[in-house]
């Protein structure tokens, strides 16, 4: 999977804008699950993310963590590393030794603007249900109001006394299914200064793309 598509998974876990209908019980787990992330000083996360085309019959796997803290982020993948400060995106490509940096818009409602709304956009154009409660986590399925989206559903498990998120799947009607399993979920990393800023002198003979 491209680093793009990585950014572009996350973007898509919450992106539509209607108002949907909640079952209570899961709409109050989300709320706390939400809530204990955005108060935190940063979500620190270390996950796999499979890709898997039922058409085709192919499976892809990539490894990598991603820091986040309030709408800043530091996103590290196999081959490539993304800074945010909230402002402007470092992406550095370490095969091409190329560094591209970009200027968010800040009308722009998407994670890569505003990265807490994955957080809360729950909130808006799924219906949510608490399909299970098991003695360590809860499973919650959200559906798409859309009926034309791409979306099928969405399955998140979120442990039970840490309200931490365990996995997820996205499954799409064009038979690719992405499930994150997340090995390492930290609420108590506060982030050093320069975290989510590229730092050129920790990297010698980078070209620099600056579309801003």
Known sequence: MKPFAIILFFLLLFPFSSIG???????KI??????NALKAPSVSMKFKLITTN????????????????KDKYKLDLPDN????NGETSWSYLSAE???TITKADMKD????????????????????????????????DLYPEDIKSELL???LFIGKSLLNLISFEYK?????????????YDLKVKPESGTFIFQPGKFKDVEVIDMR
Do not use: C, H
């Open 21 to 27: 209908q909640n079952d209570q019980e899961a709409r």
């Open 30 to 35: 989300l709320d706390k699950f939400a809530d």
């Open 54 to 69: 039922q058409t085709d019959k192919t499976n892809d796997t990539v490894e990598g963590s991603i820091i986040l803290s």
């Open 97 to 99: 030794k190329e560094v």
């Open 153 to 155: 559903r969405v399955r």
């Open 109 to 140: 409602n998407t994670f890569q603007s505003r990265p807490s709304l994955i957080f809360s956009m729950y909130k808006k154009g799924y219906k949510s249900r608490l399909i299970e409660e098991k003695s360590d986590l809860y499973i919650i």
């Open 81 to 84: 590393i993304v800074w945010f």
């Open 172 to 184: 799409r009607r064009d038979g690719v299914i992405n499930t994150l399993y997340v090995n390492e």
